[in-house]
């Protein structure tokens, strides 16, 4: 599914350090998620994007910041993350129409983050 | 929510050889996925299925939604199809998509 773009690929950052994750879509698909993923686990949902605004936040602590600026691109701002942090950031997509669960979600390769 | 199993959890076979893996979920669903993701962290979308049958090469994924269950069928299996194969569903409400706990396959030479 490389229709969903996500950069960068690897990241590396200190607990103090400030980044962000990137995802785009041109599919003119209207939801957008961020899953997290460790090791040996399904993916978990985080958040959801319907329409460029937020529909679900799924208690997901405050040192992850979500934005949609517009419908191809969301962002996942990172501060002060913490060691268990570390794991496979994805982002998906689906039309967004109807519900966000009932239309096959189109997955990008994700982000791997490490937490030093 | 929704609970989705899946069986079995891990499955070694040797190169040429058939399997099924199967995915039983608690509820009614309007959409089930198929995804394989590889060494690499890729998740791959193989099927779109929330009923009916659909075959690409050597998959195959049959769904059964009045009896809640799907099963992905690989036959004459490859080295590159060893990875984490996940069925994930989404509820008749659609508000939510629901990942299984995965079959990981090892396919030796």
């Known amino acids: 599914d490389t229709e969903v773009t996500q950069t960068p690929k690897h990241l590396v950052m200190g607990m103090t350090n400030k980044k962000s994750l990137k995802c785009e879509q041109h599919m003119g698909h209207r939801a957008m998620y961020w899953y997290k993923q460790k090791a040996k686990k399904p993916p978990e949902l985080m958040f959801v994007y319907s329409y460029e605004k937020l529909s679900i936040n799924e208690s997901v602590p405050s040192r992850f910041s979500p934005e949609c600026p517009n419908s191809s691109l969301l962002n996942l701002h990172l501060h002060a993350l913490q060691p268990e942090d570390s794991a496979l950031y994805l982002c998906?997509?689906?039309?967004?129409?109807w519900g966000h669960g009932n239309q096959p979600q189109h997955f990008g390769d994700g982000t791997r983050l490490s937490i030093l | 929510g929704i609970q989705v199993e899946q069986s079995p959890p891990d499955l070694i076979l040797q190169e040429g050889a058939n399997s099924t893996l199967r995915c039983n979920f608690s509820?009614?669903?309007?959409?089930l996925q198929w995804f394989h993701q590889n060494p690499w962290g890729q998740l791959i979308n193989l099927f779109y299925i929330p009923s009916g049958t659909k075959q690409n090469g050597r998959l195959s994924a049959t769904t059964v939604a009045t009896e809640r269950y799907s099963l992905l069928y690989i036959s004459s299996s490859q080295t590159t199809d060893s990875g984490v194969y996940f069925c994930?569903?989404?509820?008749?409400?659609?508000?939510?998509?629901?990942f299984g706990t995965g079959t990981s396959l090892t396919v030796i030479p």
């Open positions: 509820d009614s669903v309007n959409n």
């Open positions: 994930a569903v989404g509820g008749a409400t659609g508000n939510q998509f629901y």
């Open positions: 998906a997509s689906s039309l967004g129409r």
